[in-house]
C-alpha cells in the first residue's frame, strides 16, 4: 500500500521463517527504490531537467533513511540478519536525528522503532527467537556486504544529484 508523502507499506501473506528470509525481502524495496530514483536521474540528465534531478537526490535520500538500522524501517530488518545489537545504532541515530531536527514523523518512527527492537531484543534467546536469529556466517556477510553497497550507492547518488538552490 502507498502512503503519500510517507512512503509505501507491504504486508506478507505469511511471516519469514528466519532473519535471512526477511532481510533478502526488506532489501529488495530500497533495491527497487534506488533503481526508481537512478532512473529519473538518468531522465532528468537526459532533458536536462533540474527538477527530475532534484526528484532523483529525494529518492536517493528517502531509499538512504529507510536504510536506518531500525524497525519498522526496512534497515532494522535487513541489520537482524547481521546482529540484533545493531538496533541500537539505529536508535541512536534517529534520536539524535529528532533533537537535530524534529519531526513528528520521525518520532513516530523512534517511538515504533524503539518498543519493536525491545520486543525482539527481549525475546531472541526464546527457543523461536535463537531459531529465527540463526543465520550462517556467508549469509550474514552477504546481507552486511549488501546493506554497506547500497548504502553507499545511495549516498553516491546523494551526492550526484544534490541541485544548489538560490533562494
Request: glycine share 10%; net charge neutral.
Amino acid at each position: 500500500m502507498f502512503i503519500p508523502f510517507l512512503g509505501a507499506l507491504i504486508t506478507l501473506k505469511r511471516l519469514p521463517d528466519n532473519a535471512w528470509a526477511e532481510a533478502k525481502v526488506a532489501i529488495a524495496g530500497p533495491i527497487l527504490g534506488s533503481l526508481g530514483a537512478a532512473a529519473t536521474w538518468g531522465i532528468g540528465e537526459a532533458i536536462d531537467s533540474e527538477l527530475l534531478v532534484a526528484l532523483a537526490f529525494t529518492g536517493f535520500f528517502l531509499n538512504l533513511f529507510n536504510l536506518a538500522p531500525l524497525t519498522p524501517l526496512d534497515g532494522g530488518r535487513i541489520v537482524a540478519a547481521i546482529h540484533p545489537a545493531l538496533w541500537i545504532v539505529g536508535l541512536a541515530l534517529l534520536v539524535g536525528l529528532a533533537i537535530v531536527a524534529p519531526n513528528p514523523i520521525l518520532i513516530l518512527i523512534l517511538v515504533i522503532g524503539g518498543f519493536e527492537a525491545w520486543r525482539r531484543w527481549r525475546h531472541r534467546r526464546d527457543p523461536a527467537g535463537e531459531a529465527y536469529y540463526r543465520v550462517t556466517p556467508t549469509q550474514r556477510w552477504v546481507t552486511g556486504i549488501s546493506y554497506i553497497v547500497l548504502a553507499a550507492l545511495l549516498t553516491l547518488g546523494m551526492s550526484a544529484t544534490f541541485v544548489e538552490r538560490d533562494l
